[in-house]
T-cell receptor, first 110, second 115 residues
Framework: QKEVEQNSGPLSVPEGAIASLNCTYS??????FFWYRQYSGKSPELIMF????GDKEDGRFTAQLNKASQYVSLLIRDSQPSDSATYLC??????????FGPGTSLSVIP | EAQVTQNPRYLITVTGKKLTVTCSQN?????MSWYRQDPGLGLRQIYY???????DKGDVPEGYKVSRKEKRNFPLILESPSPNQTSLYFC??????????????FGQGTRLTVV
């Protein structure tokens, strides 16, 4: 089992819709979880950090964490064409290593 | 401004010619790492450093060297580059531990082509 897995893409949504990105992880002792956005050829940039079970909202972005199910998700409301990018889930494991998932490519269709 | 600075941004070199990609951060982060990113393979860690003079192999260390003589700098050395090291490279730094403020900051990337 891979340490961090993400739903396979590419994911296409119409403009204004909700995009849902999912991530599962294997290390049950993981405490910190990150979502990064990466445009083609550019460096990853942090868009959300979540540490506690439940939901965390920041503008159009909501991160959801369920440690019992070892699952973290990212919802993007009112998706815009500028949200088209690859989204990387990253998990800080119990041995202080950050593992990145393979990424999910999102395309928002005008 | 908090940042991680990589140089050069683009590099074309020939097989076997030693090269160094520099990385510097101004956030006093303990942890620094190098990744390569190839289509379909995601970010793969090459080497990392938990602090000065402490380095360790990541998932794909073959053909690379690193050093950490100062806290802010973490150069990546390719002593004899080969075409299979053609890739997009990222340096990253962060604080150790858990909680807010421990996210990784990435450099701008170095696109390396070995011919």
């Amino acid at each position: 089992q891979k340490e961090v897995e993400q739903n396979s893409g590419p994911l296409s949504v119409p403009e204004g819709a909700i995009a849902s990105l999912n991530c599962t992880y294997s290390d049950r002792g993981s405490q910190s979880f990150f979502w990064y956005r990466q445009y083609s050829g550019k460096s990853p940039e942090l868009i959300m950090f979540i540490y506690s079970n439940g939901d965390k909202e920041d503008g159009r972005f909501t991160a959801q964490l369920n440690k019992a199910s070892q699952y973290v998700s990212l919802l993007i409301r009112d998706s815009q064409p500028s949200d088209s990018a690859t989204y990387l889930c990253a998990v800080k494991t119990s041995y202080d290593k950050v593992i990145f998932g393979p990424g999910t490519s999102l395309s928002v269709i005008p | 401004e908090a940042q991680v600075t990589q140089n050069p941004r683009y590099l074309i070199t020939v097989t076997g010619k030693k090269l160094t990609v520099t990385c510097s951060q101004n956030m006093n982060h303990e942890y620094m790492s190098w990744y390569r990113q190839d289509p379909g393979l995601g970010l793969r860690q090459i080497y990392y450093s938990m602090n000065v003079e402490v380095t360790d192999k990541g998932d794909v260390p073959e053909g690379y060297k690193v050093s950490r003589k100062e806290k802010r700098n973490f150069p990546l050395i390719l002593e004899s580059p080969s075409p299979n090291q053609t890739s997009l490279y990222f340096c990253a730094s962060r604080y150790t531990g858990d909680g807010p403020g421990t996210e990784a900051f990435f450099g701008q990337g170095t696109r390396l082509t070995v011919v």
